[in-house]
């Protein structure tokens, strides 16, 4: 059974950081893709950034390129998020993904795991 449990979500002033992860069951070598989703009230969810797991390859969304960092902690199965600079729209829930045999970038519909998502929350 796949889960995918997120942590650290949080309430910040706009300008903060705040650093989200997400706990992986297995290990995260077993999977494909990981990466951070998010949607805001009354908005389409987004991707925001993921890695190609193996490869070590990386993308972001351009809305949070230079100001995001994603990181895979393979010991411990952990994908971490590095949010720093943040802005009041950064505000919704953030979701981790993964898929085990194929994704396609940030394509929410290439990603069949998903967490429970965590609250962030960038007051202006």
């Known amino acids: 059974l796949v889960q995918l449990v997120e942590s650290g979500g949080g309430s910040v002033q706009a300008g903060g950081s705040l650093r989200v992860s997400c706990a992986a069951s297995?290990?995260?070598?077993?999977?494909?893709?990981m990466g951070w989703f998010r949607q805001a009230p009354g908005m389409e969810r987004e991707g925001v950034a993921f890695?190609?797991?193996?490869?070590?390859?990386?993308y972001y969304a351009d809305s949070v390129e230079g100001r995001f960092t994603l990181s895979l902690d393979n010991a411990k199965n952990t994908l971490h998020l590095q949010m720093n600079s943040l802005k009041p729209e950064d505000t919704a829930m953030y979701y981790c993904?993964?898929?085990?045999?194929?994704?396609?970038?940030?394509?929410?519909?290439?990603?069949?795991?998903w967490g429970q998502g965590t609250q962030v929350t960038v007051s202006s």
């Open positions: 993904a993964a898929a085990s045999l194929w994704c396609s970038g940030l394509a929410d519909s290439s990603y069949p795991y």
């Open positions: 297995g290990s995260s070598q077993e999977y494909r893709c």
């Open positions: 890695i190609r797991v193996g490869r070590d390859e990386i």
